[in-house]
């Protein structure tokens, strides 16, 4: 106490400040600041909402289109003579009658319609057929070998147009734009037109887009995403059974059990750094080691899922140790000291508490090799045209395949403008997928989060 | 007249529990314990006492080593529990924490129910032959943590939703669940509220028929009212041990005096 009396604070006491209803300057300023800084913020997040609408929008308005499809009802006579010549109805022989044999139906039938409904056109049945499809006749064939009782019957059926036909009717085509186009002319177009406006030719919904198969350049209007769909769910069963046993065993043991020492400081800094590899690097790993060295299938959903497995391993294994590390270290205390062992304590109590962090950094891994097209390029996932569905779980794992973003890339690489708007059809496919995947994740997590 | 004489002589001649000789602990270059021996007696509460970061915690998770779970901690000399090293390489841990059953500083119930919580330990250990037994085990460990009535029609209720006070009283039934012969207690107090404080130290002094009670504490009125011997700890030498009377009341050593008249801490 005397210590202090004996240095007098020599400092003049400080005079009032003047009224706290005026601001000073200083005041005055960092309050400017921090409206600026708020400004700023909302900004910032005024451009990535637009540039999100932007996208949705231009997403929504190309891609919608590849739902619906025009459509030319017909009826069709399934004539004997031309289909099954010796009148026995048997498979082999009507399998012998090639698609060429069913053009002359269709035509037909297509000019028994145009009189019937009386409709003036110069056109020969010839140019009349070339409105439509170059799938009907193989459709066609399908059908009937599929129904051969049908054969000698009249049979009512609904046939894709031509896909320069569709996009006239979608607005896309115009008589003008076709001008140097030989695959459709003026006359056709009327003849379109008059078909329309009588109703045999309309516009519907579409599930072959997204059930059915690819097609080949020449028939983008009954290219479907639905095989490359499966390839993708194969792929995902992959990744999923071997990513989350493995991710999540390997960060249990690095974050619970094994030594703070040089080697696993190592692993840890380098599981980091792979997370950062370019998708494209695992996929020329998987070249090298999973087709050319292990002689692996090419193109087949199995070595797309293990070349994703290696992609998603490393986000796992890093959303499983955070979440473990969330644990609070005061239950594994509590489950030691009643005696349980280490394994005891991660298993009862840790893991529980950790799952659902483990199931979203799972989930959004899985969303993220969905989309992934890079790796895929260099197994030759792209570029197959995946026109058969597979025949059986072993053949899907095996069988060559195409996936959903290597599916729309193809797409978007063939020249035929009716390719862009699967392209985006597709897109939104994949973004209903990846939105559902988040939205799973993000609810797993509001759930099942605890709080000590 | 011979009945008194024979309660004199079981206060008297109180079995030693554990003793530990010459040990040393090591936080990678810290030497955080220096030479400790002591002996803590059988159906006694032994406090331990000191300023923040004396060892006190330290030393009392070597009695059930706890302390493993810490990479860089390395312990040296003798812990006897009944005259057996429990640092010995044939000594597993796991087995050691069953009979050293401990309650730590903040109560730390598991998020599960409060019948599971308490039903954990004898459920890895095999303690209960059916659910009968099982059940009545829980029960009378719950009373034993004098929190069964506050509970019995809840024991489906997530022992985390318990207040302060009943975390840590169920805390302490699922220490005793387990049938411990020791039961260490770090600061178990002081995330209590004074009324759960008096409840739980009452239940100390219960305990003690049963246990031998090794408990930390920052209180030294706490220290003074529940245990029998006491050991003040500073910068990690044992400084002094004895009765408890006689380290409030007459200390030897004069940092014990500073320490307790509040000069030093």
Redesign the interface.
């Known amino acids: 106490m005397t210590d202090i009396s004996q240095t007098p604070d020599t400092t003049p006491v400080a005079k009032p400040k003047g009224s706290l209803f005026d601001k000073d300057a200083r005041t005055k300023r960092r309050n400017a600041a921090e409206g600026r800084f708020k400004l700023y913020g909302i900004a910032a997040i005024g451009i990535g909402l637009l540039m999100l609408v932007v996208l949705v929008t231009k997403i929504v308005t190309a891609g919608t289109g590849a739902f619906q499809q025009s459509f030319l009802e017909l009826s069709v006579e399934l004539k004997e003579d031309k289909l099954d010549k010796k009148g026995n109805r048997n498979i082999e022989d009507i399998k012998k009658v090639s698609t060429f044999g069913y053009a002359p139906l269709i035509s037909a039938a297509l000019e028994a319609e145009v009189q019937k409904l009386g409709i003036q056109t110069d056109l020969k049945p010839k140019g009349m057929g070339k409105i439509l499809s170059k799938a009907t006749q193989a459709d066609l064939r399908n059908y009937v070998i599929a129904n051969p009782d049908e054969i000698g019957n009249t049979v009512s059926f609904r046939f894709l147009v031509n896909s320069r036909v569709d996009g006239y009717m979608k607005g896309r085509v115009t008589r003008e734009s076709i001008a140097n186009d030989k695959s459709i002319s003026v006359p056709q177009l009327d003849l379109v037109d008059q078909l329309r406006d009588a109703g045999v030719l309309y516009k519907t919904f579409n599930p072959d887009f997204i059930f059915g198969s690819d097609a080949s350049d020449q028939r983008p209007e009954a290219a479907g995403i639905g095989v490359s769909m499966l390839g993708s769910l194969f792929m995902m069963l992959v990744v999923l059974a071997l990513a989350l046993p493995i991710g999540v065993a390997a960060s249990i043991y690095l974050e619970e059990f094994a030594p703070q020492n040089r080697l696993t400081d190592i692993i840890e800094v380098n599981i980091s750094n792979l997370a950062a590899v370019p998708s494209i690097v695992f996929g020329i790993l998987g070249l090298a080691v999973f087709i050319n060295y292990m002689h692996l299938p090419t193109s087949a959903p199995l070595v797309g899922g293990l070349v994703l497995t290696l992609m998603t391993l490393p986000t796992i294994i890093i959303s499983t140790r955070a979440s473990l590390k969330a644990v609070p270290p005061s239950i594994r205390d509590a489950a030691l000291g009643v005696g349980a062992s280490k394994m005891q304590s991660v298993f009862h109590h840790v893991l529980p508490l950790a799952a659902p962090g483990i199931l979203t950094g799972t989930i959004i891994g899985l969303a993220q090799a969905l989309g992934e097209t890079a790796p895929l390029l260099l197994i030759g996932m792209v570029g197959f045209i995946a026109s058969n569905p597979p025949d059986g779980i072993v053949a899907g794992f095996l069988s060559p395949n195409s996936a959903m973003p290597a599916q729309i890339y193809e797409w978007s690489k063939r020249a035929d403008p009716a390719f862009y708007e699967r392209a985006w059809g597709g897109i939104i496919i994949l973004l209903i997928f990846l939105v559902t995947m988040n939205t799973i994740a993000v609810i797993l997590r509001r759930r099942f989060e605890r709080r000590w | 007249m011979n009945d008194m004489t024979r309660v004199e002589r079981t206060v008297d001649s109180k079995a030693i529990k554990i003793a530990a000789n010459d040990v040393q602990v090591h936080y990678g270059d810290t030497h955080a314990i220096k030479d400790v021996n002591v002996e803590i007696e059988d159906k006694t509460v032994t406090a331990f006492i000191g300023p923040s970061g004396c060892g006190k915690s330290t030393f009392l998770r070597c009695l ?1 080593r ?1 302390n493993d ?1 810490i ?1 860089i901690c390395r312990v040296t000399g003798d812990i006897l529990l009944d005259g057996e090293d429990i640092y010995d390489k044939r000594v597993d841990p ?2 050691l ?2 009979k050293v ?4 500083q ?1 109560p ?4 599960k129910s409060i019948y599971d919580n308490v039903a ?2 004898p459920r ?2 095999g303690l209960a032959k059916n659910k009968a037994e099982l059940d009545e085990l829980v029960e009378k460990s719950l009373r034993r943590g004098a929190i069964w009535d506050e509970v019995k029609d809840r024991l489906d209720a997530p022992g ?1 939703g318990l207040s302060g006070g009943q975390q840590q009283r169920l ?1 302490i039934a ?2 005793v ?2 049938e411990p012969e020791v039961l260490l207690m770090d600061e178990p107090c002081s995330a209590l509220d004074p009324i759960a404080t008096a409840q739980v130290e009452e239940l100390i002094d219960d305990l003690r028929k049963r246990y031998s009670v090794v408990i930390v504490t920052h209180s030294m009125q706490q220290a003074a009212r529940v245990s029998q011997k006491t050991a003040f700890f500073h910068l990690g030498n044992l400084v002094e041990f004895g009765e408890t009377g006689q380290i409030f009341t007459n200390p030897e050593d004069p940092r014990t005096e500073s320490y307790i008249t509040g000069r030093i801490g």
Do not use: E, L, S, W
């Open positions: 059930n706890m779970t990479d796991v087995q924490r069953a059953g401990m309650v730590f903040k730390n119930p598991f998020p954990y330990g890895i250990h985390t805390c699922r220490a669940a387990t």
